[in-house]
């Protein structure tokens, strides 16, 4: 997967909408699930790994690069931290994906962990790394 090639203001307008459509997608999967629909959940679950995981490179790919060409490494820290949070992020979406194939018992909390987690990660990059970025365009 490659990094978008869109220019940045426009895709942290895309990413910010991923971050508002994201947590319904979640909420799907996890209806869909306790409908008992479970061929019906596991599509939405991959898409929410695909998103996910596309957004994530443009967020290292491009803002990061970004970031350290624009600051350097030192002022970069910050934002550097919270991009620290993306592994736990794609763990937690492979377990959701695995959980499915061993019968779906943990996929409910496994996705539900996932939605909270992403709620706090999202609110820090909306609140300092977004702006920070849009700031030295
Ligand atoms: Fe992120
Ligand atoms: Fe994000």
Redesign the pocket.
């Known amino acids: 997967m490659k990094p978008r090639e869109i220019p940045i203001k426009e895709l942290i307008e895309k990413l910010k909408e991923e971050h508002s459509s994201l947590p319904g997608l979640i909420d799907d999967a996890i209806i869909t699930y306790k409908t008992g629909n479970l061929s019906g959940a596991f599509p939405v679950i991959a898409e929410v790994r695909e998103t996910l995981s596309q957004h994530?490179i443009d967020?290292e790919a491009t803002l990061l690069k970004f970031l350290l060409e624009k600051l350097g490494k030192e002022a970069s820290e910050p934002y550097i931290k919270i991009?620290q949070?993306?592994p736990k992020i794609m763990k937690l979406v492979e377990q959701s994906v695995e959980s499915t194939y061993t019968g779906w018992t943990e996929t409910e909390n496994d996705l539900n962990t996932l939605k909270e987690f992403l709620a706090e990660?999202n609110k820090q990059?909306e609140a300092e790394l977004y702006p920070k970025v849009i700031s030295l365009l």
């Open positions: 994530i967020e991009l949070d993306h990660h990059e």
